[in-house]
C-alpha cells in the first residue's frame, strides 16, 4: 500500500503523541482533517495491519525497570531451523525486552530490562542456556531509547 504524505503525518502523530488512545478530534485539528476522515484512515490502518494497537509508553525510572542489560552471543549454528528455535527461546523469557539475530560477528543481541544487578544474576543464565558463548554487558545509562518508527 502507499501511503500518502497526510497518512504519513498521521502515523507519525499518533506516536509523538500521548495516544494510547487515538484522540481523533485533536488529531483531526492539528492535521486540518475532517474527524471522521482521520477515522476512516485509523480504522483502514488497523484492519491492513500497519497500525497493531495501540500503547502507553512506560517510564522505566518509575516502575523498577531502568536497568538495562544486553547479551551478544556468537552459536554455531548444526541446522537452518536452530535460528528460529533460538529465538523462540528467548522471547519466552519475560525480561528479554528485544532479541535480534545479527550478521557480523556476533549472531544474536538481546536487550535486557530488570530491576537490578540482582535479577540480571537470575535472568543472565537463562539468557545464555538459550544461546552458546554469550558475553554481557550493562548499560548504566540511556541517551535515546524509543518505540517510535519515522514514517518517509
Given amino acids: 500500500m502507499e ?3 497526510i497518512d504519513k503525518k ?13 484522540r ?3 488529531i483531526a485539528r492539528k492535521l486540518g482533517l475532517a474527524t471522521s476522515t482521520v477515522k476512516t484512515k485509523l480504522n483502514k490502518f488497523e484492519k491492513l495491519g500497519i497500525i497493531k494497537g495501540y500503547s502507553a509508553v512506560i ?7 531502568s536497568f538495562v ?24 523469557i ?3 525486552e528485544e532479541a535480534y539475530f545479527l550478521v557480523g560477528e556476533w549472531d544474536y543481541v538481546v536487550k535486557m530490562r530488570l530491576k537490578d544487578k540482582l535479577e540480571y544474576v537470575t535472568v543472565a543464565p537463562k ?18 531509547d524509543s518505540k ?4 518517509k
Avoid at 10 to 22: F, G, K, R, S, T
Avoid at 70 to 87: S, Y
Avoid at 148 to 151: P, S
Fill in 59 to 65: 517510564d522505566p525510572e518509575k516502575v523498577d525497570r
Fill in 24 to 26: 481523533v478530534t485533536r
Fill in 94 to 96: 519475560p525480561e528479554v
Fill in 69 to 92: 542489560a544486553f547479551k551478544f552471543a556468537a552459536k554455531k549454528f548444526k541446522e537452518p531451523t536452530d535460528l528460529n528455535e533460538i529465538g523462540k527461546k528467548l522471547a519466552k
Fill in 127 to 144: 539468557v545464555a542456556v538459550s544461546v552458546d558463548g554469550c558475553k554481557g554487558v550493562i548499560a548504566p545509562k540511556c541517551f535515546k
Fill in 10 to 22: 498521521l502515523l507519525n502523530l499518533i506516536q509523538e503523541e500521548d495516544m494510547a488512545v487515538p
Fill in 148 to 151: 517510535k518508527i519515522l514514517i
Fill in 3 to 5: 501511503l500518502k504524505e
